[in-house]
């Protein structure tokens, strides 16, 4: 995500003053409310897994997860690249190509 992009949210943030009543419970709380609605999305849809009408409903609810992550990160002094590179190595640790590649389970089920 570009700096600029970060930047915008937290400006916005910012020129409300809402960072006062930004803490990492109700951060986190928003999180699981907005992801709650982005899978809303899906419910009842049957086979359609990809549900390609509802795209700009998918944009806008992603978007409000994605924006409270932001929040959460600059909340408790996290940096948001450095924290997903860490992860990817990690994940990259529990899931090698070798056992990974094509499977879909958790890594304490590969190679089983």
């Known amino acids: 995500m570009k700096q600029e992009t970060i930047n915008k ?3 916005f ?3 409300r003053n ?3 009543f930004h803490n990492p419970k109700d951060l986190a709380i928003s999180i699981s409310l907005e992801a709650a609605e982005l899978l809303e999305i899906f419910q ?7 549900c390609k009408d509802k795209m700009e ?5 992603l978007a409000d997860v994605l924006n409270y992550c932001i929040l959460m ?3 408790c002094g996290l940096d948001m690249d450095e924290i997903i590179q860490e992860k990817v190595r990690k994940n990259g640790e529990k899931y090698p190509v070798e056992k990974a590649y094509g499977h879909k389970e958790k890594y304490t089920e590969l190679g089983k």
């Open 44 to 50: 009842w849809s049957a086979d359609d897994v990809w």
């Open 13 to 15: 943030r910012d020129e």
């Open 73 to 75: 990160a600059d909340t």
């Open 18 to 20: 809402w960072k006062q």
């Open 57 to 61: 409903k998918i944009r806008e609810e």
């Open 9 to 11: 949210v937290l400006k």
